[in-house]
């Protein structure tokens, strides 16, 4: 992985963020290994990835979505050690239930510090029974703002080598870019888009955003690895999306289901620009291991 120039500008312009955000999350805890693991895990037609920092970040635990079913529990405890049942932070990208059904058995067995929700017109915010568990089991939410950025860390360090930063946090960054068009109707649309960013390697989580909110993303620049956006459909097929972010690989988290995902045109896309593909489908888990300069991707089924 080598990066050149255009990375290092994205450097500074991601520490420039860092000193114009007016509110950082700065959390920690733990103990481990020397790398980041995340684990796109085969949930079906759904997502959820587990996040997992080094022992140097205090082995702090980011469950992106939890999947359509409580499969997720048992792929889960592989990773999450039974005496140390604490997933530091939960995020749920938007309420569709393909990202979410599985989330209720992990608030009930597993010890959750925070949760990340989308901004979200009030009155789904408050229909939403997923949000009344949270509140109910006085887990902490956050919304993050548009561009928030939130540091992993042991010590408090704005210099911290880990970062989330949400580029698209829902109906927050919808006021805030202005984005025109936008089917306020559709869930998809306040999905939360995150980039993961430790070291030198980075990794763009896109939920189900679809075209109309990619075209609205900003200052987007080369990122190692993308979750493909909204189970590989053609309505998050937006190619200028693919031209800013130059992903090496990409991930399908995708399984069987009624809507023809992945759609032809994407995978056609990704494979006539040279974008190593990965389905969950196919592939079973599948594991990204990263000291933040290079990565190697492994997966649980034999292909
Ligand atoms: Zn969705």
Not at 45 to 65: M, V
Not at 110 to 122: T, V
Not at 222 to 251: C, M, W
Request: net charge neutral; glycine share 6%; hydrophobic share 40%.
């Amino acid at each position: 992985m080598v990066k050149s120039k255009a990375f290092r500008y994205k450097k500074v312009a991601f520490y420039t963020l860092i000193l114009l955000s007016t509110y950082i999350f700065t959390v920690g805890y733990g103990v481990n290994n020397n790398k980041v693991l995340i684990r796109f895990y085969d949930v079906g037609q759904g997502d959820s990835i587990l996040i997992k920092f080094p022992k140097e970040l205090n082995e702090y635990k980011i469950l992106i979505d939890g999947g359509p079913s409580n499969i997720l529990s048992t792929k889960i405890s592989k990773d999450v050690s039974f005496n140390n049942k604490i997933i530091n932070s939960v995020v749920i990208t938007h309420l569709h239930d393909d990202h979410i059904a599985g989330l209720y058995d992990i608030l009930h067995n597993y010890s959750i510090e925070s949760a990340f929700i989308p901004s979200l017109p009030i009155n789904e915010y408050k229909s939403s029974p997923l949000i009344k568990s949270l509140l109910g089991n006085n887990i902490t939410t956050i919304t993050p703002f548009h561009n928030q950025i939130m540091t992993i860390s042991n010590n408090n360090a704005m210099d911290s080598p880990a970062t989330l930063r949400f580029i698209w946090s829902g109906l927050d960054s919808i006021n805030a870019t202005g984005c025109a068009n936008l089917d306020t109707s559709n869930p998809n649309v306040y999905s939360l888009v995150i980039l993961l960013t430790y070291k030198d390697f980075s990794a763009l989580f896109a939920s189900d955003a679809e075209a109309g909110v990619l075209e609205c993303l900003e200052n987007l620049s080369d990122i190692d690895i993308l979750k493909v956006p909204h189970q590989g459909s053609r309505d998050a097929l937006f190619k200028n999306f693919y031209y800013s972010t130059l992903p090496e690989i990409a991930i399908l988290s995708v399984g069987k289901n009624t809507y023809g995902h992945p759609h032809k045109e994407v995978l056609d896309f990704l494979k006539l620009n040279s974008i190593n593909t990965f389905r969950t489908d196919i592939y079973g888990d599948i594991s990204i291991l990263t000291d933040g300069i290079t990565y190697t991707t492994f997966y649980s089924k034999i292909k």
